[in-house]
């Protein structure tokens, strides 16, 4: 069984920084060779991707709302992913999801990703 627990959640003011992160754990999960990414859901929404990067770290993908903003990466020694969100808007409040996947494209393609995690609220005041 493949858990994805996602921390750093908060209530934060516009302008702010808050770093994410996903721990992976699971016997038959191998978190060295899966891309890894971040999808978000405000309320009353559609869940929509954010970020993602390759297992071997060569390659990023932003969706064009956050990009250069947020930055996406990882640290497989650790089996942990982050997401570091910078310049924060009221917009970006949302439930933010950990997700797994063998294929990065899997993020961006709406063909769905393997695993998730249950979510962490970030709250962005203006």
């Known amino acids: 069984q493949v858990q994805l627990v996602e921390s750093g959640g908060g209530l934060v003011q516009a302008g702010d920084s808050l770093r994410l992160s996903c721990a992976a754990s699971g016997r038959t999960f191998d978190f060295s060779t899966n891309a890894m990414g971040w999808f978000r859901q405000a309320t009353g929404k559609e869940c929509e991707f954010a970020a993602a990067i390759d297992w071997n770290v060569r390659r990023t993908v932003y969706a064009d709302s956050v990009k250069g903003r947020f930055t996406i990466s990882r640290d497989n020694a650790k089996i942990t992913m982050y997401l570091q969100m910078n310049s924060l808007k009221p917009e970006d409040t949302a439930v933010y999801y950990c997700?797994?996947?063998?294929?990065?494209?899997?993020?961006?393609?709406?063909?769905?990703?393997?695993?998730w995690g249950k979510g962490t609220l970030v709250t962005v005041s203006s």
């Open positions: 997700a797994a996947d063998r294929y990065i494209a899997d993020f961006i393609g709406g063909s769905g990703v393997d695993y």
